[in-house]
Structure formats: C-alpha cells, structure tokens
C-alpha cells in the first residue's frame, strides 16, 4: 500500500489519544477551581491589594496551609492567576471581568453557578431520565416565584443574568441599526445591563426595561449606578397575564428559552401586537446552529432549561419560523458574541 493511500487501522489507533476525553471528563475540577475563587473573593482581594505572595494570599482568603499554594498554582495553570517572582496577581482577563468593583464584572453568572447549578448538575442524569428538574423546584412550584420569594437569590439570578448578558448588550448596541430607532424596552429585564449598554451607546435611545414587580429595586440601583435614570425606567408587569408595552424596539434576551412552545409562541405573538408597524423584535440566546451540532454552550443552555425546570433553547431557523407564524413581515439571524446570536423580526 503506497504512503498516500488511508492510514491503516494501526496507524489510525497509534494518532488517537485520549486527552480530549479525558479533559472534558475531569473538566469539573477546573471549573469548580475558578468557581471557588470566585465564592471567595480571590480575584477582589487581589485587585485591592496587589500581587501577594502565597502566604499573604492564603491569610486573606482565611485558607488551611495545605490547600493555598496547589489552589493558586492550579489557577496560574488554568490561566486565571499570572505569577511573578512568587507574588500572585490577576491576568488582565480576571482582573476586568472577576473584579467585583468594576462594571466589566461578570462574575455573577459564576457565582450563581458555583451556590447553584453546580450541585443541581450533579443530579443530571435523574434529569435525563425523568425529563423532571432538578433544582429548587424538584418537588414542584413555579420557578420565578420560588426563586424570588428569597430576596438573596433574587438579587443573584439578577446579577448572574447581567454576568451572563453585559458582553452580548454592547454588542446588540454595536451592530444593531440604532439610529433608525428612538426607544426600546426590554422585556425580562433583570437589572437592566442591556438597555444601559444601548443607552450608554447612543445617547437618542431612551425606554427601560419591563419586568416582575420585585425586580424595580434592582433595576432601579443598576440603572443608577451608570446615570442612566432619567433615560431608562421600570414597566412592573407579567408578561403572560398583561399587555406588553409598546416601543419602537423590543427586546427579549434569554426570555424564550425559559419557557415551552405554545408559552414561546404567545410571547412572539404578544410582541407583535405591541410593536408599530416598522418596528423590531430583537430576541438573543445562545441560539443554537441550524445542524445542532456545533453551539455546544446553546445545546447545554437547554440541558440546563432542563435542570432549572424552564424551556428549551432552540435554532436561528425555528425562531424565524415562529416569528413569521406570528406576522412579523421579515427576519435575519446576527451572530453577537460568543455562543450568542440575535433573531431581528421586522413588523
Ligand atoms: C433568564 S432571565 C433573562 C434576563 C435578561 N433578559 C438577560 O438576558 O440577561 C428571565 C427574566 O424574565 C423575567 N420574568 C420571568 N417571568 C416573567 C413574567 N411572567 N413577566 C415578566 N417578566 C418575567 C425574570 O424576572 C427574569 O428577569
């Protein structure tokens, strides 16, 4: 056989390796590393006070001697610490994003990850099984209701939701044609980072965001604390039990995944309704490719709609189907930042 030829079943068995395997199946060590230092401020204490050394850092973070030197190592390996003559510091992507005290912060989505969802992926395969949640809502209830009868989870969901969405907002106001729009609202809100990242961006946009009565507090300080107030207020509403608000844009981010296909398709219909003829409907997600096979975050969002007891995440071409169901006279698929892509609907 001529070297050109395919390569042999030995050949083909001497290339293989298992380290692709084995990485994603021990990955949870990893990410249960950053989780950690996220839940104990590591990434804070360091941006405050400096490069520490491994004893200075251990004494803050109030760790046992054997653990400190292996967990900051560990993250140095993982490139999440930057190590330098024996002093430990932030690399320049921690330092913007895991640093609490700065807007880029996007931790939250990491802490509601490590008090949360961690432990209810461990009852994935349960999940698998029964098709039933995993999550406080395992023995029943409504999910938004049970979540924010505790005002400390609530304040959480909120910022994980902005951890989770602050990097997708500025690129919704990038590439999304603002200067033919004058205001927008944004229903599911949560605190708001979407609309402050397109108010902030385009100094004629003004609306605010729509959302359940107990999120107006946190909405409120979030949109304060960019100086956004007079541009940007709060709807209280249900968006199954009331109309939507009506505005020349809306938007409804990580919205649709939350819930089935009939409750998706009323909340298309209900944006519809609510828009001026010309208007536009921007929905994102980590919406998943038309082939389901190469958005794996998109496909794993869903897994975890299954966890949470929510929807289902779903692709550019079922959005679009449901949105011409709905009347909406054209639409397109825009690829926005990561796993996340916007479905525009034009009225
Ligand atoms: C998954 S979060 C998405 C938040 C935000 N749009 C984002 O992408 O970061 C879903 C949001 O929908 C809101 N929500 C849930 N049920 C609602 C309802 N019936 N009426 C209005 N808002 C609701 C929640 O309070 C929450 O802020």
């Given at each position: 056989m001529g070297k050109t030829e395919s390569p042999t079943a030995t050949e083909e068995t001497e290339r293989l390796t298992p380290d692709a395997i084995m990485q994603l199946g021990l990955g949870f060590w990893g990410s249960k590393t950053l989780l950690s230092a996220v839940e104990l401020g590591l990434f804070a204490v360091i941006s405050k006070a400096g490069p520490l050394d491994a004893e200075e850092l251990r004494e803050r973070l109030g760790l046992h001697p054997r653990s400190g030197r292996d967990f900051f190592d560990a993250l140095v390996a993982l490139g999440m610490l930057a190590r330098t003559n024996g002093r430990y510091s932030n690399t320049p992507e921690t330092d913007l994003f895991l640093d609490?005290?700065?807007?880029?912060?996007?931790?939250g989505i990491l802490e509601m990850a490590n008090a949360r969802l961690y432990t209810f992926w461990g009852s994935l395969t349960e999940g698998l099984r029964?098709?039933?949640?995993?999550?406080?809502v395992k023995t029943g209830g409504d999910f938004f209701e049970t979540l924010y009868a505790d005002p400390e989870k609530l304040a959480q969901f909120a910022g994980a939701m902005t951890g989770l969405s602050v990097a997708t907002g500025d690129a919704i106001a990038a590439k999304f044609?603002?200067?033919?729009?004058?205001n927008v609202i944004d229903i599911g809100?949560?605190?708001g980072a979407v609309p402050v990242a397109i108010a902030t961006a385009h100094d004629h946009v003004t609306g605010g965001g729509f959302d359940l009565p107990p999120v107006e507090p946190i909405f409120n300080s979030y949109v304060a604390r960019f100086g956004l107030a007079d541009r940007l207020s709060f709807t209280a509403g249900n968006f199954f039990a009331d109309p939507l608000p009506s505005a020349d844009v809306l938007i409804m981010g990580h919205i649709l995944h939350d819930w089935d296909l009939d409750q998706k398709r009323l909340l298309l219909q209900k944006a519809y309704t609510a828009l001026p003829t010309g208007g536009a409907l921007i929905v994102y997600d980590a919406i998943i490719d038309d082939d389901r096979r190469e958005n794996a975050f998109g496909l794993l969002m869903s897994l975890n709609m299954l966890i949470e007891a929510l929807g289902f995440d779903y692709t550019g071409a079922d959005c679009r189907g449901w949105m011409a169901d709905s009347g909406f006279s054209e639409s397109y698929v825009e690829h926005l930042v990561g796993p996340d892509s916007m479905v525009v609907a034009i009225k």
């Open positions: 609490p005290a700065k807007p880029t912060y996007m931790g029964t098709g039933q949640p995993q999550s406080e044609p603002w200067r033919d729009y004058g809100c949560a605190q």
